[in-house]
């Protein structure tokens, strides 16, 4: 049966279970007293439960004959190679899909592995679950992914230290009349009960030299006795030289005679072996080698170059039990005794050269391009054998190359904390190794400030950005490749640090060099053009926004294979560049085929789709649909938090637009506490004299003057309106938006007066810096009205209310919310929106 099918009675999830080994006898106690530890339950939650002894002696054949013999007691059945714990939050990740979450590919992977537990945990889908994590040596490493719930979890570990973390059953080599009929079912009438004893006693009832004697035996109809002479003399000589001195006398001897016989018949295929050891214990992909023959070095050329020659090379290492093939997802794997024991005996400079040659074969069959999706299941073949083969300390540039791209798969996926870990080591050695000016050195730098982005640490990314930029420059020139991307970066740093007008200075000489080196239709002067498109729209030029982005929109949705995603990306900026313009109607429609377009491309939960609901909502809002845009609304802020948490830059941007939905539709109380809750996480993610911080009290301000308390809301406009424009400037969006709501405060609290003269120089700013039909001027120019009455100017009033009320009906229509308040007699408020930075 093949490795993820599913068996006959089984569960409804049975993932990544290796085969079941036919030959596996025995072992009912072992067996009988795990099922019964396992099935000791405290309360609701079950205790995992560590199988540990000896390498060798059968722990992961004996979790896989559990997985198999008890699999009609689970829903669930779930396979983690555990050796590598950076590698365990995918393969966890890895389960959302079954449990009905959204795939790790649209969350992340951090997020998705946390879902997954949580789920786990609470029993739904499914309260009969099994997570079997293999070869688990430190329990710190992995304590934090052990689902604690109503299911079952079985840890296999050489590692004694898990008795003092969990229930224990020891495992043993095999007993005697076990051992016997093992080798008995294997070779059948070729081995008689006496040779099978003293096979047995050799080899010290060892499971897993048991299985190589018989796989030789089997193929080389060598018999006992024979095998049995060369057994003492392999012992003895390795006695002799001390060899691998962790590892069982017994192993060595069986391991080391099934080389040797080999190496005397096929050399390539020990060849082979040897490279394999220096590979991680994981499966290792069968294309590494057919991939990888035109980069490998001297000592694999003519095997890999011949693939007749592989192919015989691997049939004998499967038969001798020294390699084990899976044809149905074309891996080969080591054990990883056998990879410590090919290690030991291998001299220090042939050890070098077969770890290189494992280098260039990771480095040769890896995709190019980390941000294509469809490369991802590659990536992560690959990534297991990262760490375990030394990749970081290779100073090859293709393989430093493959290195980083290993990062960036990992950043794509949404697993910062993994590529921060391996950023540090990077860092560090390559520093060590070839200096802290060495372009690797520099570019590993950039990446660590893209992750420093990703979980929100702007200073920290603006500091490491800084200095890459400035080095590269100096080192590699203003227009090399790996400037300008550091440049690119640079300024989103500099954006999340509320420095917009410096980061559109930077974007807009990208944009033109980009344009002049490749052409303004490659796809690195669009993403250029988009990047500066969000300035504009941060430093509150829509106009300019809008023209570029539907330049590049026009470009994506006409060109075949542009990339759904960035096309998606590009049509939700160009709705909100036009809804942010004062088009509410236009970007209603905009952004409602924007998202549909999302849902049926990408999926509910991918996260541009969420982006897009979120904009639709707004966009809903404006136009005058409360109902559907605060629907809306909390569906989206609902999936962000389960994405991101509370303290995510969009979710926090979510909540205040779920706030505002609330008040526009009446509900005080709640909209304050969303607020509220949104705005405690801002100081810690953008700092205090943040633009979005500042822009963010207004929302507060405006719920503070409607619950009552207009002094409060005076003095929080008042502050946020000196921080903005210090900030962005008095002209800006932001600022004046809060001067409009600092107008109504003032005038809630009667002072007329200075209500009047804001409201009037706020107007003369906005005519200037928009347009006099821009909505921000219809709001100002509607309270300016009533200011205007309050201090005796009642003809001058008339005058403009007669002006404005032409004005919103030909913008708004006379059914929109904001016009029947200017009819009502009634102030108009404004809020803010957090775009995306």
Same mark, same amino acid.
């Given at each position: 049966?093949?490795?993820?099918s599913?068996?006959?009675?089984?569960?409804?999830v049975w993932e990544?279970?290796?085969?079941?080994n036919?030959n596996?006898?025995g072992r009912?106690?072992?067996?009988?007293a795990?099922?019964?530890s396992?099935?000791?339950?405290?309360a609701?939650?079950?205790?995992?439960?560590?199988?540990?002894g000896?390498?060798?002696?059968?722990?992961t054949q004996l979790?896989?004959e559990?997985?198999?013999q008890?699999?009609a007691?689970y829903?669930?059945?779930?396979?983690?190679?555990a050796?590598?714990p950076?590698l365990?939050?995918?393969?966890?990740?890895?389960?959302?899909s079954a449990?009905g979450?959204?795939?790790?590919?649209?969350?992340?992977?951090?997020?998705?592995?946390?879902?997954?537990?949580r789920t786990l945990?609470?029993?739904?889908p499914y309260r009969?679950w099994?997570v079997?994590?293999?070869n688990?040596e430190?329990?710190?490493y992995?304590k934090?992914?052990?689902?604690?719930?109503p299911?079952?979890?079985l840890?296999t570990?050489?590692?004694?230290?898990?008795s003092?973390h969990e229930?224990?059953i020891q495992?043993?080599?095999?007993r005697?009349e076990e051992?016997t009929?093992f080798?008995r079912r294997?070779?059948?009438?070729a081995?008689s009960?006496?040779?099978a004893?003293?096979?047995?006693?050799?080899?010290g009832?060892?499971?897993?030299?048991l299985e190589?004697a018989a796989a030789?035996?089997?193929?080389?109809l060598m018999?006992v006795?024979?095998y049995?002479g060369?057994?003492e003399e392999?012992?003895?000589?390795?006695l002799?030289?001390?060899?691998?001195?962790t590892y069982?006398q017994?192993?060595t001897?069986a391991?080391?005679?099934?080389v040797?016989q080999?190496q005397?018949?096929i050399?390539e295929?020990v060849?082979?072996l040897?490279?394999?050891?220096f590979f991680g214990?994981?499966?290792?992909?069968?294309?590494?080698?057919?991939?990888g023959n035109?980069?490998?070095?001297?000592? %694999? +050329?003519?095997? @890999?170059?011949d693939?007749i !020659?592989l192919?015989?090379?691997?049939?004998?290492l499967e038969?001798l =039990? &020294?390699?084990?093939v899976?044809?149905s997802?074309?891996?080969l794997q080591?054990?990883?005794?056998n990879q410590?024991?090919?290690r030991?005996?291998?001299?220090?400079?042939?050890?070098a050269?077969?770890?290189?040659?494992?280098h260039?074969?990771?480095?040769?069959?890896?995709?190019?391009?980390p941000?294509?999706?469809s490369?991802?299941?590659?990536f992560?073949? %690959? +990534?297991?054998? @990262?760490?375990?083969s030394? !990749?970081?300390?290779?100073?090859?540039?293709?393989v430093r190359?493959? =290195? &980083?791209d290993?990062v960036?798969?990992?950043?794509?996926r949404?697993s910062?904390q993994?590529?921060?870990?391996l950023l540090t080591?990077?860092?560090?050695?390559?520093?060590?190794?070839?200096g802290?000016g060495?372009k690797?050195?520099?570019?590993?730098?950039v990446?660590?400030g893209?992750?420093?982005?990703?979980l929100?640490?702007?200073?920290?990314?603006?500091?490491l950005?800084?200095?890459?930029?400035?080095a590269?420059?100096e080192s590699?020139?203003?227009?090399h490749?790996?400037?300008?991307?550091?440049?690119n970066?640079?300024a989103?740093?500099l954006?999340?640090?509320?420095?917009?007008?410096?980061a559109?200075e930077?974007?807009a000489?990208l944009?033109e060099?980009?344009a002049?080196?490749?052409?303004?239709?490659?796809?690195?002067?669009?993403?250029a053009?988009?990047?500066l498109?969000?300035d504009?729209t941060l430093?509150s030029k829509y106009?300019?926004a809008?023209?570029?982005?539907q330049q590049?929109?026009?470009?994506?949705?006409?060109?075949?294979?542009?990339?759904?995603r960035l096309l998606?990306?590009?049509?939700?900026n160009?709705s909100?560049?036009?809804r942010?313009?004062?088009q509410?109607e236009?970007a209603?429609?905009?952004?409602e085929?924007?998202y549909?377009?999302?849902?049926a491309?990408l999926?509910?939960?991918?996260?541009?789709?969420?982006l897009?609901?979120?904009?639709?909502a707004i966009?809903?809002?404006?136009?005058g649909r409360l109902?559907?845009?605060l629907?809306?609304m909390?569906d989206?802020?609902?999936?962000?938090?389960r994405?991101?948490?509370d303290?995510?830059?969009?979710?926090?941007?979510?909540a205040?637009g779920?706030?505002?939905a609330?008040?526009?539709?009446g509900?005080?109380e709640?909209?304050l506490?969303?607020?509220q809750r949104?705005?405690?996480?801002?100081?810690?993610?953008f700092g205090?004299e943040?633009?979005f911080t500042h822009a963010?009290?207004i929302?507060?301000?405006?719920l503070?003057r409607?619950s009552?308390?207009?002094a409060?809301a005076?003095?929080m406009d008042?502050?946020?309106?000196?921080?903005?424009?210090?900030?962005?400037g008095?002209d800006?969006d932001?600022?004046?938006?809060?001067?409009?709501?600092?107008?109504n405060?003032l005038?809630?609290l009667g002072r007329?007066?200075?209500?009047r003269a804001l409201?009037?120089?706020?107007y003369?700013?906005i005519?200037?810096?928009f347009?006099?039909?821009?909505y921000?001027?219809?709001l100002?120019a509607a309270?300016?009205?009533?200011d205007?009455?309050?201090?005796g100017?009642?003809e001058e009033a008339r005058?403009l209310?007669a002006v404005t009320?032409q004005r919103?009906e030909?913008?708004m229509g006379r059914?929109?919310?904001?016009a029947?308040?200017l009819?009502?007699?009634?102030r108009?408020?404004?809020?803010?929106?957090p775009?995306?930075?």
């Open positions: 049966m093949a490795e993820n599913v068996p006959a009675q089984g569960p409804k990544r279970v290796p085969k079941r036919p596996f006898t009912k106690d072992l067996l009988t795990l099922r019964k396992i099935n000791t339950v405290t609701v939650v079950a205790q995992p439960q560590a199988l540990q000896l390498g060798g002696v059968g722990k979790a896989i559990y997985a198999w008890y699999r007691h829903d669930l059945v779930w396979w983690i190679s050796d590598q950076m365990v939050p995918s393969v966890l990740a890895g389960m959302a449990l979450l959204p795939p790790a590919t649209s969350t992340g992977v951090e997020q998705a592995t946390q879902a997954v537990l945990e609470s029993g739904s009969s099994l079997i994590f293999d688990a430190e329990p710190e992995i934090d992914f052990i689902p604690r719930g299911g079952h979890v840890i570990s050489r590692n004694s230290h898990w003092d229930p224990t495992v043993d080599v095999f005697r051992s009929a080798l294997r070779l059948k009438d081995i009960e006496v040779e004893d003293r096979l047995a006693d050799k080899l009832d060892l499971p897993l030299a190589q030789l035996l089997a193929r080389t018999s006795e024979e049995l060369l057994l392999q012992t003895s000589r390795l002799s030289l001390e060899k691998a001195p069982p017994s192993m001897a391991w080391q005679l099934s040797s080999l005397d018949r050399p295929a060849e082979v040897r490279c394999c050891a214990p994981e499966p290792i992909p069968r294309d590494v080698f057919r991939r035109r980069v490998v070095g001297p000592r %694999l +050329a003519s095997i @890999l170059s693939p !020659v192919t015989n090379a691997l049939s004998h038969r =039990a &020294l390699v084990k899976e044809p997802t074309r891996t080591v054990h990883r005794l410590a024991l090919l030991n005996e291998t001299p220090d400079k042939d050890r050269e077969f770890r290189h040659e494992v260039l074969l990771l480095s040769g069959t890896a995709p190019s391009d941000d294509d999706t490369t991802w299941a590659r992560e073949e %690959l +990534a297991a054998h @990262l760490e375990p030394e !990749v970081m300390d290779c100073g090859e540039p293709s190359k493959f =290195a &980083l290993l960036r798969y990992l950043y794509v949404g910062y993994q590529a921060q870990v080591e990077y860092i560090t050695k390559w520093t060590q190794t070839s802290a060495h690797d050195v520099l570019v590993a730098r990446h660590q893209l992750v420093n982005l990703a929100t640490q702007y200073a920290k990314a603006d500091e950005m800084s200095e890459a930029v400035d590269m420059i590699l020139g203003p227009e490749s790996e400037t300008l991307w550091a440049r970066g640079y989103g740093a954006r999340g640090r509320g420095e917009f007008a410096r559109q930077i974007d000489d944009a060099i980009y002049r080196l490749h052409g303004e239709n490659d796809n690195l002067a669009l993403q053009r988009n990047n498109a969000t504009f430093t106009d300019q809008q023209k570029l982005l590049i929109y026009l470009y994506r949705s006409g060109v075949e294979g542009a990339g759904r998606l990306s590009t049509w939700t160009l909100r560049a036009v942010l313009s004062g509410f236009v209603t429609d905009m952004s085929e924007a549909t377009y999302g849902v491309q999926g509910d939960d991918h996260p541009n789709t969420i897009a609901a979120k904009d639709y966009s809903l809002r404006r136009s109902a559907e845009a629907e809306l909390r989206t802020h609902t999936r962000l938090n994405l991101f948490g303290g995510h830059a969009e979710t926090m941007a979510a205040l779920l706030s505002n609330l008040r526009a539709s509900d005080y709640e909209a506490e969303m607020a949104a705005f405690q996480h801002y100081p810690d993610v205090t943040h633009p963010a009290t929302n507060l301000a405006l503070k409607l009552g308390d207009p409060t005076a003095e008042e502050a946020a309106l000196a921080g903005l424009s210090e900030r962005v008095r800006h932001y600022a004046v938006s809060c001067a409009i709501n600092l107008q405060d005038a809630a007329h007066d200075e209500a409201g009037e120089d706020n003369r700013r005519q200037t810096f347009t006099p039909d821009h921000l001027s219809l100002c309270n300016l009205c009533l205007l009455e309050a201090t100017a009642e005058e209310r009320t919103f030909q913008v059914e929109h919310p904001d029947l308040a009819l009502a007699g009634q108009l408020n404004c809020d803010f929106d775009p995306p930075i």
